[in-house]
Structure formats: C-alpha cells, structure tokens
C-alpha cells in the first residue's frame, strides 16, 4: 500500500516497535479497555491541526490494530529499525523518506510515542501550532530539581570528585530553572523557516509524566483511567 501525501501537511508519525522485554506486547497492551496505542492514535485523529496519522511498526499485529483505531500503516518498517538498541529517530525519517519518495515532503513532523498516552487535543493543537509559526522544533519538558541533588566537579589535578560549593562563581546556580526532554510529543517543522529556533512546553500536570515502561507505570495508568483523572477530549 502507498499514501502520497500534500504538501503543506500536519502529519503524525506513532513508533511502535513489535518487541518489548519489560512488558511483553506492550505497544499494544490493555489499558482501560482498548490497546495503549489507541490513546496516541485517538488523540492525534481529534486533533484540528493534524492531516496523517502513521503508525511506524515492524509487527503485523500492531499494524492491524492501528489500522482499526483509524490510523495509517502503508509499509512495516525493517527489523533493524526495530531493535532495542535502534533509533527511534531512525524509524521516523525512514518513515518520512518513504512517504516523501511518493509526493512532496510533509512540512510538519509530530512524533508521538505511545508509551505516553495521557495526551488530549488542545495540547496537540497549540503546540502544532507553534511549530505552524516558525519554530524549527517543539518539545515538550519536565522540570528537574537539582537542589536535593548534591553536584561534583572533577578536580583537574588529583581527578578525584569534590562537592560543588554553590559560592562564587556558582553561586546564582540554585536560582536557575532545569529542564529535560520528555517524549510526550516531538514536532519537527522540516521547511526550517526560522533556523535555530526552539520552543519548549513544561510538562505539570503529572498524570501527562507517566511514560508506561514497567509494570508499575502500567498499574498506575490503569488507575487514573479507571477514576476518570484525565480528560482525553479536552480541545
């Protein structure tokens, strides 16, 4: 199957790899009565600003699945592609070279794990809509507290590690916000109409920190859809 694509589309890539030590099948594992993968799939089909959802996998049953909630699977990716060691960011520009060598390059690139589901359409929107505005890249981050954390320097002459003393030079450290990239959504404007250009989106709530990788961020997905803590159809 082929999808040729317009230019000047949104389009959604989903990685989903076929295997999965931690939790077996878990791309696809039931959380709240449907498949984890459906979240990301859902979420992404509500939202206004997206034309394509693709779903990047290496496994047949995982594409099939996807194809149910509304997705589009036109190829399965290489096993290569596919391993615990390979690049996610690999299997999205395979993707995209695949589908750019049908038609024109899609513009806007939203790469959105599904290991992350607590995602709802008004989020998508605004920061698609950032990228829209010229932003090379749009990540979503979550604030990091380094201040119970005590920090080293590597002493130059002994290369022993020594406690950091917040005096000096150091001194305005723990007055500085720290961030880090959290994989709740990627968006990547490929016509780089503003080089250098970033914007980052932090993460508060922490129902939409939960990235499902054991079976303890399992349970406690499970537990937030079963109360009803996280509004999937907000827009």
């Not at 119970?148 to 305005?172: I, K, N, V, W």
């Not at 780089?192 to 054991?214: A, K, N, V």
């Amino acid at each position: 199957m082929s999808l040729k694509l317009e230019k000047n589309q949104v389009v959604t890539v989903i990685p989903a790899r076929g295997g999965s030590k931690g939790i077996p099948s878990k791309n696809i594992v039931d959380v709240g009565g449907k498949p984890l993968i459906a979240y990301s799939i859902e979420a992404a089909l509500k939202s206004e600003t997206i034309d394509q959802v693709i779903v990047s996998t290496d496994d047949r049953e995982i594409a099939d699945i996807a194809i149910q909630y509304g997705a589009s699977v036109p190829f399965l990716r290489p096993a290569d592609l596919a391993s615990d060691i390979a690049d996610p960011g690999a299997a999205v520009d395979y993707t995209f070279d695949r589908l750019a060598s049908g038609g024109p390059r899609p513009d806007i690139c939203v790469t959105m794990f599904p290991t992350h589901m607590f995602r709802n359409p008004r989020m998508i929107n605004r920061l698609v809509k950032k990228s829209m505005e010229g932003y090379k890249a749009v990540r979503t981050v979550k604030r990091i507290d380094v201040k119970s954390s005590p920090l080293f320097l590597m002493d130059e002459d002994s290369r022993e590690l020594r406690p950091m003393t917040m005096g000096g030079e150091y001194a305005d450290m723990r007055e500085l916000n720290y961030f880090r990239a959290y994989g709740s959504l990627i968006i990547s404007n490929r016509s780089y109409p503003l080089p250098y250009t970033f914007y980052l989106h932090e993460l508060t709530d922490p129902i939409t920190l939960i990235d499902i990788d054991t079976f303890e961020d399992l349970s406690l997905a499970r537990k937030v859809i079963d109360r009803g803590l996280f509004d999937f159809d907000l827009t």
